[in-house]
């Protein structure tokens, strides 16, 4: 088989330019930045019939070119007894369109890569459709069962994100948590 290229005139750098561009915006992730700036909301969480308040706050930002998301959690059990979470991770784009990976640890070439859920680490990775980010975790258990965290996170018309969370046990939901976060500053 032959190909013959022919040149006429400004035809064949205008391809050139357009396969260029076209690369570059498929390279560049696109829909999560709507999703950038600090979050302040609560929650209730409903853990088999025991419900308990939280304080959310969070923070969604570039991060390389993926982005990262950091938020801390308290949970108000009895007076004087919160208990307080903080997490952070990096997500980096696939060749999947509007998923993305967490980027939690270096390998050995100083990539960024996710954890190993048969390790016991959990296994995370993010989508986006339409207004909604959605963060999954997935932990193999020891006898291997397995754990699933679902972070739904979709933006409001009011500025705001409405949040759903929940977290699921070989089938059987436990904690389902629902909220609401104002976007600050």
């Not at 998301?69 to 999947?96: C, M, N």
Request: aromatic share 10%; net charge positive; hydrophobic share 40%.
């Amino acid at each position: 088989m032959t190909v013959k290229i022919v040149r006429r005139g400004a035809v064949p750098l205008l391809y050139l330019l357009a396969s260029v561009l076209t690369a570059a915006a498929q390279a560049v992730p696109a829909g999560f930045e709507k999703f950038y700036g600090d979050w302040v909301g609560t929650a209730i969480s409903d853990t088999k019939g025991e419900i308990a308040p939280r304080d959310i706050r969070a923070k969604i930002g570039p991060k390389g070119n993926g982005f990262s998301i950091s938020w801390v959690l308290v949970v108000h059990k009895a007076p004087g007894k919160d208990k307080r979470s903080e997490y952070s991770i990096t997500f980096q784009p696939t060749k999947r369109t509007n998923i993305y990976s967490s980027a939690m640890r270096v390998d050995a070439f100083g990539n960024s890569v996710p954890l190993d859920p048969l390790k016991g680490d959990p296994y995370m990775w993010a989508r986006i459709e339409g207004p909604m980010l959605m963060i999954y975790a997935l932990i193999i258990a020891e006898n291997g069962g397995y754990e699933m965290h679902a972070y739904e996170r979709t933006l409001t018309a009011a500025n705001a994100m409405k949040l759903n969370y929940f977290r699921v046990v070989n089938g059987e939901v436990l904690r389902a948590v629902s909220g609401t976060l104002k976007r600050t500053g």
